[in-house]
């Protein structure tokens, strides 16, 4: 395997994977062929990542096992189902999407992750965790149902098998005998130690027909022998047992096999051509390298978990050298861009700073992620406070419960969770939190339209799940001063709260080093109408304040920044709405149940007819594409919003 240091800057020669329109051109190659497929596969996978930006180390870790794949199964025939799908950028490249891969992930281009609309070969689509067992097990089952012969395939990490759901379908799968291929891709040796000969020469032979035929043979000779049957079970379990960890999965019902090196192309297709054929459910566990074949990449793969699109003209070294992990900087104002404005900080830094200030003063504060420390920046706060800081890795249902608990005991936890992911514990939010009014605090990150990773990673429902909660404070910042008032305004609330912020940079307000509260349910008016312009106002919750600003000044409207979605400011919207003749309003979620439609409700029990316009994201699911593209698509931006107020008073 050809190992490299750089990524290419020019295209790759790749002769014989140029020749690869289908996977089916696999399937008659030779062991030299398929190797060869491999090294050309990872350097043009390198190459159009740097072109496009992207998931990066988890597509290199899986190369062979993607090669291998494609040949031993008739795909799409054979349902292969990837968990996750950062992974699947190799996947994507050998099935009929290579030159489009260099779009990946910008507006009208690829998606990232799998998508049943974008190939017949992406059987089902991801973007979350721990659904592939689920999903595949139901692909085995119809096949099953309807008599067809085919091979069902789900492929899944370490990560995602922490999940109780990914655990809820082997059980399953195993108790209804499913002809199911799970293969379990362990790059962070959480389930065994390092993969050796011995276990390679164990998988080969376990998978071998000469032992399966005799284990099957033998299965029906002892079943007349009273207790020789269970004995040789035992036997054979205990075996393997001393080699691998297959009894966990043997006693769920599955055949296991492994682990086995994920990057010995030839061992790991032989290994699926004999389990391919194989009745039942079977488990292959493969190790494989975060960021194999790049070695900076497997030197630090989380940080090569994803890169930014490289720029043309951009120097090596720094092309590929991302900066390095560290924790939030210094608490205090940050570094000024010029003498009148700070640098804009990004949102999750904001609250990594917060977090760490805050449980600087209060012993009770505990911090819990889902899988979430460095894309919600808990690096800092993890290196600092150890016993302080749970990340229950992905299991958001039991990041919140074990918030519940701890609430119950006087501690004020603070789960810092993506929006999206939240919705995975919204059971949880409801009769384990909010039942129980519970002080629990949730740091939503990336509320609103989050970019490249598209419809499965957008924010678009949080406003309207949190706000139909009985007891629920939900609140929104416009800022960074804002966000970090906001969180020390839910932290002192005695029940269960919630700040929403989005993803990326804010507009650069000035950030004070104190942790004074914002009072909760209490609207900013941060610009009054004169003259003609009284018609109007515009009510902006969060990051929608931004351009609401400039509409309020090109149409000499009122400008109000409402920051908490719940509780309204109900004096603030009554007498806006006694003072204008129509009311804007604005959010980054879905209107229907958003924020507009609690004003609407507020309006409409107090009697009042009002005008109102609702401007939000719309009832559909927004595709990818860099947020500014898709806020001008969904009319969101400074001119569509302009436009439909116009469009509304004629």
């Known amino acids: 395997m050809k190992l490299f240091d750089d990524i290419p800057v020019e295209r790759p020669a790749t002769p014989l994977l140029d020749t690869l329109e289908t996977p089916a051109a696999l399937r008659a190659m030779n062991e030299a062929q398929l190797a060869q497929v491999a090294d050309e596969l990872r350097a043009y996978l390198l190459y159009s990542v740097g072109v496009s930006g992207g998931h990066f180390g988890a597509g290199l870790g899986v190369v062979e096992l993607t090669v291998a794949l494609h040949h031993a199964l008739e795909t799409p025939h054979d349902r292969l189902v990837w968990d996750v799908g950062h992974q699947a950028y190799p996947h994507k490249i050998l099935t009929g999407r290579r030159e489009a891969m260099q779009q990946i992930r910008q507006f009208g281009g690829l998606a990232a992750f799998p998508r049943r609309s974008e190939s017949e070969y992406d059987t089902f689509g991801v973007g979350h965790s721990s659904t592939s067992i689920s999903a595949a097990l139901g692909m085995a089952l119809a096949a099953r149902t309807r008599g067809e012969e085919r091979r069902v395939c789900a492929v899944i990490g370490d990560g995602a098998l922490s999940a109780g759901m990914a655990f809820e379908a082997l059980a399953h799968a195993g108790h209804v005998d499913a002809n199911l291929l799970v293969i379990l891709n362990d790059n962070e040796m959480s389930i065994s130690e390092n993969v050796g000969g011995m276990a390679s020469y164990l998988a080969r032979i376990l998978t071998s027909k000469p032992y399966t035929s005799m284990r099957e043979g033998g299965k029906k000779v002892l079943s007349h022998l009273p207790g020789a049957l269970e004995l040789a079970r035992r036997t054979e379990e205990h075996m393997k047992g001393m080699v691998s960890p297959a009894t966990l999965f043997e006693e769920m019902g599955f055949n296991y096999i492994g682990p086995l090196d994920g990057h010995d192309l030839p061992t790991l297709v032989q290994t699926l051509r004999n389990m391919r054929d194989m009745e039942g459910p079977q488990f292959l566990h493969v190790k494989t390298r975060k960021g194999r074949g790049f070695l900076p990449a497997e030197a630090d793969p989380i940080g090569y978990h994803a890169i930014t699109k490289l720029e043309k003209g951009e120097p090596d070294k720094k092309r590929n050298t991302p900066p390095p992990l560290k924790p939030s900087e210094p608490v205090g104002p940050t570094p000024r861009n010029d003498i009148s404005r700070p640098k804009p900080r990004k949102y999750c830094n904001v609250f990594g700073d917060w977090l760490c200030d805050m449980a600087a003063v209060d012993d009770r504060l505990i911090g819990i992620t889902p899988a979430m420390r460095e894309g919600s920046d808990l690096v800092r706060f993890s290196q600092e406070y150890p016993e302080r800081y749970y990340d229950v890795a992905i299991a958001e249902q039991h990041a919140v419960t074990l918030a519940a608990g701890l609430a119950c005991e006087a501690m004020k936890p603070v789960v810092a969770i993506y929006s999206t992911f939240l919705q995975r514990g919204y059971d949880q939010l409801i009769h384990d939190v909010a039942v129980q009014d519970l002080d629990v605090t949730f740091a939503i990150d990336r509320a609103g339209v989050v970019g490249e990773d598209g419809p499965t990673h957008h924010g678009a429902l949080d406003l309207a799940y949190l706000r139909c909660v009985p007891g629920m404070v939900v609140l929104a910042p416009a800022d960074e001063a804002e966000c970090r008032a906001l969180l020390s305004a839910a932290y002192h609330h005695p029940g269960p709260a919630a700040v929403r912020y ?149």
């Open 502 to 650: 989005p993803r990326g940079t804010g507009p650069g307000s000035e950030i004070p080093e104190h942790l004074e509260a914002l009072p909760i349910g209490k609207a900013e008016v941060r610009r009054r109408a004169g003259g003609d312009g009284s018609r109007v106002a515009l009510l902006a919750f969060g990051s929608l304040n931004g351009p609401a600003a400039e509409v309020a000044e090109r149409l000499d409207a009122t400008h109000l920044n409402m920051r908490s979605v719940k509780p309204l400011d109900r004096e603030a919207v009554l007498a806006a709405a006694d003072e204008h003749d129509l009311l804007v309003t604005l959010e980054e979620n879905v209107v229907a149940g958003g924020a507009g439609s609690g004003v609407g409700e507020l309006l409409a029990a107090e009697g009042r007819r009002t005008a109102l316009l609702h401007l939000g994201l719309p009832d559909a699911f927004v595709e990818h594409g860099k947020p500014a593209e898709l806020l001008v698509e969904c009319g969101l931006d400074a001119d569509g919003i302009e436009a439909s107020i116009k469009r509304r008073l004629g």
